[in-house]
């Protein structure tokens, strides 16, 4: 091509085209280290099951998302392909993969039977053979053609198995040599690119041939593209345009003709004002959503449907998510919206626009103008809705909703600032911006855009790493190396700002974060002691967690990069490597996940609108349920430029948009866009099924009611996918009949038995959604291993004396159990005894006494009546509950709850109080024994009295659950006190100990201003 030609079209093109930018995807690659057979894809097609299949220049290759399967020529196998070189698939309308071969030879191969079958080509012309553009095409009625571009097309006939002149069903000028062909969708007509110039329509529901001069049916682009010569890449989109290109004074142009409009919506566009190199365009491509697609060499671009113009996908190495080519030979859009675009020297590129929900946002080095390396630590938004930025060494930057840079425009602070303010901190009862700086910090004023600089004597001129205001006004400083200062709120308000002081209780160390939970108190994480609460109203800390504490508080390590405060009851805490997770109301941390969930050390949390805790690392960020345990991660392949997180560097926008920085930029995204569909679950298929490492036909072996294997076919390899390329699904499988519980596949996606015994398996596979739940859609296979020989009557008999051994065992158990429970009954009978013994002395006692007060002292008398009634009463009780305990119709956990509920409402009715019972069904189905049973009821009915009965409890709550195979009961009341009845309290509290001692339970009393709270722990097998 000549220069001066190309610099002639370039300068007459609008000059609007040299604006475009080029879009920078997060591109997966794939190639030749990776598993491809070559790095020179020809081709991609997606079948009905899912599977990829990708045509290169060393064979056909099957991909399922895990892995890939080979197929190549082999002089043994005739059903093999005759070459390896593969360069076009088309799936047919009727699921035939049709392969067209380097050498010009096509055929199908059968996808189920995995075989070659060649269609022999007869064309009219022999010399067509030698076109060096052959391509299969289809159309919506089964027809497939094969064109040989510059000579003819053929019609291939299911009948013959042969691509034939003689089966076509279209008329041409027998002059005409064809260089382009294309169906119509939703017509019948056929377009026809006259070799030479011009285009040609045949109208099969006519049985008319259109062209120039001769234009039947009246088709209007056939005139208006008279004069181009040779147009060829035809294509229609859905919605009426025709594509094509035509060469032009040594250059392709792009054309689209509006079918519908009757009009050119583009109209000789060149791609070279942007390439300013030479370029090829070889085909067009649209996504369902209707974005159309141009590729060729060097050539990758979408059609901005509102600029009517290209935009270019980035082409370079910028980072490892970008993508390079000489060439994009095919693209193809997947059951998932992934793009695959395969290229002629680079592999296989996966993208998927609609999914790049992370906003990468760098910035400029005021001094260099390039692109900055100082990381962001810290993010405010300002009430204008901006954000404000630090990066660190590269100063303090504003952002606007676009996350474009506008000025920073406060007063104070030049727009071209250094200032490496490591984090800003929002008043909650002003306009003022607290920002920590290296050293000092600033107050900026939100409503005056004005900010003022103080460096006290007293932070030693040190870097302010966290800041943050307390309820009270006062003012916390986390420093660098030398602990936590606090400054008054009054030193504030009267501008005394040297009157920070040292918080003498946490040393000389690094302070990682500090919050200021909901409760007032301020949290305190630092780097090598751990971390502490603090209630600044007395300036003393509440709770020291460290990895030396108690065990309830007791940090596996010793740093804290993280504190979040979750809600009421609940704090989270992050160590290098661990997340914690701390009750306020139990005081106790419980650690959440294992080390292995998450990769690289813990930098920062914060929690999105839907109670999802974010957490971002060294090497990833993930999203976690803190209740199911369930992790998601997100990194370089979600389209984060840099998934480096630094420590401390996040902010939740009021809006819920949330900011994490990264080294050198920093990555915004709304989590609630980020689909998670949790109802879809996609089925797992088995793709290869190996005996003894030889491969089954996979096919063959579904259709088999079982799969019925030999004595020493007994090592089996299965291999599954669900064969979706964005992973977020897991697979669980068990092998029923050897494994009893569920395995979570790793990622290769394989099951792996050897040496298994005689018997009947059954192999059960299904997906997990994001939250751990499984799909309803189980995949199951029927494995049958014949067992051996030997199996002679001895061993049946030794068989039928062991089963009969272990039915005496097992009704030895059973008297055993029977005898147990009739021991208990008669334990509790005595206790009866002994109650009713007591009791009735007593009542002898009061009764003698009274007589003899009766006529002496009457009120004395009275008072021994009432203890008689009360004691009376009380025994009555314990008679009851005994003997109902004993009733063998009540040997039930559903009957014993149900006496609960029974006796909270008779303390309803008597002293007006509201008792709600919140019950686990999973209780009901319990089966402790009966003296289990039986101390559960009186220790529920004690406790309940005395917060009722001597507490004055009038509104209390109980929780009956299953915690960690131990039975939970909970009562708490907020209006109850220990404040009279004393006696009776400490009685009713040693009785409930004592009981729950006898059956090895944990129980907890606490009493305080905020109420009355008893939890018993009961351990159930």
Avoid at 99 to 115: A, E
Avoid at 186 to 207: E, K, L
Wanted: net charge neutral; with cysteine.
């Amino acid at each position: 091509m000549q220069k001066p030609l190309l610099y002639i079209i370039f300068c007459l093109l609008p000059v609007a085209l040299f604006g475009q930018e080029e879009k920078r995807f997060t591109f997966t690659h794939f190639n030749s280290s990776s598993g491809l057979a070559s790095n020179q894809v020809h081709d991609i097609v997606q079948d009905e099951n899912g599977y990829l299949w990708i045509a290169t220049t060393d064979g056909l290759q099957r991909y399922d998302g895990i892995r890939y399967k080979l197929f190549r020529h082999d002089d043994n196998d005739p059903g093999s392909l005759p070459v390896n070189g593969v360069v076009q698939l088309l799936m047919d309308s009727n699921k035939n993969l049709w392969i067209l071969l380097s050498n010009g030879k096509t055929g199908i191969f059968d996808t189920r039977r995995l075989s070659f079958r060649e269609a022999p080509i007869q064309p009219k012309n022999p010399l067509s053979l030698r076109s060096s553009i052959k391509r299969l095409i289809k159309d919506e009625y089964g027809h497939v053609f094969l064109l040989l571009a510059g000579w003819e097309v053929l019609t291939w006939s299911n009948e013959k198995n042969e691509f034939s002149p003689a089966h076509n069903f279209f008329l041409q000028n027998k002059e005409w040599r064809i260089a382009d062909f294309v169906p119509q969708p939703g017509t019948q007509n056929y377009w026809i690119s006259i070799q030479g110039g011009g285009i040609a329509v045949y109208n099969h529901a006519t049985r008319r041939l259109s062209y120039a001069g001769n234009n039947a049916d009246n088709i209007a682009a056939i005139d208006r593209f008279e004069g181009k010569l040779n147009p060829y890449n035809f294509y229609f989109d859905k919605k009426g345009r025709f594509w094509c290109c035509n060469w032009q004074n040594g250059t392709p142009f792009v054309y689209a003709y509006d079918l519908v409009k009757n009009e050119f919506a583009v109209d000789g566009y060149s791609l070279f004002p942007f390439l300013q190199t030479y370029f090829e365009v070889r085909g067009f491509f649209e996504q369902q959503d209707g974005t159309v697609w141009i590729r060729g060499v060097m050539v990758l671009a979408r059609f901005l449907e509102k600029e009517k113009q290209f935009q270019h996908v980035f082409n370079g190495y910028g980072n490892e998510k970008d993508m390079a080519f000489r060439i994009v030979t095919s693209l193809i859009e997947d059951n998932e919206h992934n793009i695959w675009a395969g290229t002629g020297n680079n592999g296989l590129f996966r993208f998927n626009p609609a999914r790049e929900f992370f906003t990468n946002v760098p910035h400029k080095n005021r001094t260099t103008g390039q692109k900055g390396d100082g990381s962001p630590l810290s993010f405010a938004r300002d009430k204008d809705g901006t954000i404000l930025v630090g990066h660190w060494g590269d100063g303090l930057y504003r952002f606007d909703k676009n996350y474009e840079p506008v000025p920073v425009g406060i007063k104070g602070i030049a727009d071209k600032n250094f200032a490496s303010v490591w984090d800003m901190y929002i008043s909650r009862h002003s306009d003022t911006i607290w920002m920590a700086s290296q050293p000092g910090f600033f107050i900026y004023d939100q409503q005056r855009r004005s900010a003022a600089y103080y460096n006290p004597a007293s932070l030693q001129n040190r870097t302010v790493r966290e800041i943050a205001e307390d309820d009270q006004g006062n003012a916390w400083f986390g420093m660098q190396g030398i602990g936590l200062f606090r400054l008054n709120a009054g030193d504030i308000k009267a501008g005394r700002m040297e009157a920070a002081t040292k918080f003498a209780a946490i040393p000389d160390v690094q302070v990682n974060k500090i919050i200021v939970d909901r409760k007032g108190y301020v949290w305190v994480a630092t780097s090598v002691e751990g971390a502490y609460m603090i209630d600044p109203a007395t300036n003393k800390v509440v709770t020291h967690f460290h990895n030396k504490a108690a065990p309830a508080i007791k940090l596996p390590e010793e740093g804290v990069s993280s504190i979040l405060d979750y809600n009421d009851s609940l704090v989270v805490l992050t160590t290098t490597t661990r997340i914690l997770l701390y009750n306020r109301i139990g005081q106790k941390l419980t650690t959440i996940g294992r080390s292995e969930n998450i990769s690289g050390s813990i930098t920062s949390t914060e929690k999105d609108k839907t109670g999802h805790v974010w957490i971002s690392t060294n090497s990833a960020l993930y999203r976690l349920n803190i209740f199911k345990k369930i992790f998601v991660s997100f990194n370089r392949n979600d389209g984060m430029t840099n998934d480096y997180f630094i420590l401390s560097s996040s902010y939740t926008s009021p809006d819920g948009t949330m900011l994490f920085g990264t080294s050198a930029q920093f990555v915004a995204f709304d989590p609630l866009a980020i689909p998670v569909n949790a109802n879809h679950f996609p089925k797992v298929m088995i793709t290869d099924f190996r005996v003894m490492n030889r491969s089954l036909m996979v096919d063959s072996v579904l259709r088999l009611d079982n799969v019925d294997l030999a004595t020493d076919e007994n090592s089996l390899e299965i291999e599954f996918s669900y064969l979706k390329y964005i992973k977020d699904h897991a697979i669980r499988y068990k092998l029923e009949g050897l494994d009893k519980n569920w395995k979570i596949a790793d990622e290769d996606h394989r099951a792996t038995y050897s040496y298994l015994p005689p018997g009947h398996y059954t192999f059960i596979a299904t997906t997990l959604n994001v939250e751990g739940n499984p799909g309803p859609n189980e995949t199951r296979l029927k494995i049958y291993i014949r067992p051996p020989f030997w199996k002679t009557w001895w061993f049946f008999c030794l068989l039928a004396l062991l089963i009969a051994a272990v039915f005496y065992w097992l009704d030895r158990q059973r008297l055993n159990k029977l005898n147990a429970l009739q021991k208990v009954r008669a334990e509790i009978a005595g206790n009866l005894h002994e109650e009713v013994n007591t009791t009735l002395n007593n009542i002898s006692l009061l009764s003698e006494m009274a007589r003899i007060k009766a006529d002496k002292d009457a009120e004395r008398s009275k008072e021994y009546i009432a203890q008689i009634s009360t004691k009376s009463q009380n025994m009555i009780h314990a008679m009851d509950d005994i003997l109902w305990s004993i009733d063998p119709e009540n040997d039930t956990m559903e009957k014993s709850l149900l006496r609960m509920m029974e006796y909270a409402d008779s303390l309803k009715n008597l002293y007006g109080a509201s008792i709600e019972i919140a019950l686990d069904k999973k209780v009901r189905s319990l089966t402790p024994d009966m003296k289990t049973r039986h101390e559960i009821l009186l220790i529920f009915k004690k406790a309940l009295g005395m917060i009722v009965q001597l507490a004055g409890g009038r509104n209390t709550l109980a929780h009956i659950d299953l915690f960690k195979s131990r039975i939970s009961v909970k009562l708490q009341d907020t209006s109850a006190a220990f404040d009279k009845n004393t006696v009776e309290i400490e009685e009713a509290i040693r009785d409930m100990h004592t009981r729950a001692a006898e059956i090895g339970a944990d129980l907890d009393i606490q009493c305080s201003t905020d109420g009355v709270a008893v939890i018993l722990l009961v351990p159930v097998k």
